[in-house]
């Protein structure tokens, strides 16, 4: 048995639903679908993080009138939101592309990295290019990094046989270690006081404010603009159809003539480019312009690899419906840090009750399936009947 005959063996999730050729009735119902199962979940997440709050013997209405206006509250608040969801986002788009190839893609925190590094060494090589030149240039050593990154356990599944969600946590670690031995010594600032960052990176590489006097950057609407560019790969170009078609079935793509194992590369490359690119504007978008690694990977990378996965899956893994999951997503961390301020409560908290989010969730997916499947046989009674 060949490595790509092996791959309905591995715990992959079902491809979602493709919708084109669907009637309106059927769209419709699907979308319904696929707004309220994860909204319930929600639902119910936050009903589980109320009880968690009384057991402290805080205020849960007070509590989460406090998360809503620390995310959403007003224009700092929403420019804030914008950019903790940007790189939700982004990996969030990548998951998609990945997912709807049939592979799964844990690896967005060593992607993410990868971008980084990438990024930041093209800015300390070539300083003095001209701003114009040297913002795509740094996105796109990003893309790289991260779609390097992704490209190799694509090849190892493809090729030999490795599981790809093994592979990618491992690469994560690998990411990680990696960024803390180049700042250690190579890409450290020179000076009497050893912290992990490089220099302030190149003026010319620093992302433009938008207007409105807030944190705001471009990268956030680059963000969006992956996105819009995902969705356009999958269901709008040929590459997306193979791609989907692989993850339907790789059997009967092969047999129909389709390059399976590049495909599989080619998904989570472009999966890892995502990440990437979100490594280079947390970089070149922040206030300090530099790449940071004291406190570790995470406190890089603010856990956006995983918290992408939970975007993703949220927006029904489809690029553009990740857009507003990723915005909500992004919402209740942000919000999470005025909640604990108001009730001054365990930092704890916030994380447990995020984890309860992201389980309730990940959960609702097989309740959305079976929705979804009674969605399509009232739609198919509704037309028989017209």
Avoid at 54 to 72: D, K, S, T
Avoid at 300 to 329: D, M, Y
Wanted: charged residues 15%; aromatic residues 6%.
């Amino acid at each position: 048995m060949s490595v790509v005959e092996e791959t309905h063996h591995l715990n992959v999730p079902e491809p979602p639903h493709d919708s084109e050729g669907e009637s309106w009735p059927q769209r419709l119902l699907r979308g319904a679908a696929a707004l309220i199962v994860p909204l319930g979940a929600v639902t119910a997440a936050l009903a589980v993080g109320a009880i968690m709050l009384l057991a402290l013997g805080a205020n849960p209405i007070q509590g989460y009138r406090a998360l809503f206006a620390g995310a959403f509250g007003g224009w700092n608040e929403l420019a804030d939101t914008a950019l903790k969801s940007m790189p939700l986002l982004l990996v969030g788009a990548g998951i998609c592309i990945a997912f709807r190839a049939g592979v799964i893609n844990i690896g967005g925190e060593g992607q993410i990295i990868m971008g980084a590094i990438f990024s930041t060494s093209v800015a300390l090589a070539i300083p003095g290019t001209p701003r114009v030149l040297l913002v795509p240039i740094v996105l796109l050593a990003g893309a790289l990094g991260g779609g390097v990154w992704g490209a190799i356990p694509g090849a190892l599944k493809a090729y030999a046989g490795v599981s790809e969600i093994l592979s990618t946590i491992m690469l994560n670690i690998v990411a990680a270690q990696f960024l803390s031995f180049l700042l250690q010594d190579l890409l450290i600032e020179e000076g009497e006081i050893r912290i992990q960052q490089t220099k302030r990176l190149s003026e010319n590489a620093d992302l433009p404010l938008l207007p409105g006097d807030t944190r705001l950057h471009l990268g956030v609407l680059f963000a969006i603009g992956v996105a819009v560019l995902a969705y356009v790969l999958l269901f709008r170009s040929a590459l997306g159809v193979r791609l989907r078609a692989v993850g339907h079935n790789p059997h009967a793509s092969r047999y129909a003539g389709m390059p399976v194992r590049r495909s599989i590369v080619q998904a989570l490359a472009l999966s890892g480019a995502c990440s990437g690119i979100a490594g280079a504007i947390l970089v070149f978008g922040s206030e300090s312009h530099r790449l940071i690694g004291e406190g570790g990977a995470a406190g890089f990378t603010q856990n956006a690899g995983f918290n992408g996965i939970v975007a993703a899956l949220f927006g029904g893994l489809h690029p553009l419906w990740t857009i507003p999951a990723s915005f909500l997503f992004g919402g209740m961390l942000t919000g999470g840090i005025e909640l604990q301020r108001e009730l001054q409560v365990p930092a704890a908290l916030i994380v447990a009750l995020n984890g309860v989010v992201v389980v309730f969730v990940v959960g609702s997916m097989k309740l959305r399936r079976r929705v979804n499947r009674g969605a399509e046989r009232l739609a198919e009674r509704m037309e028989s009947s017209s």
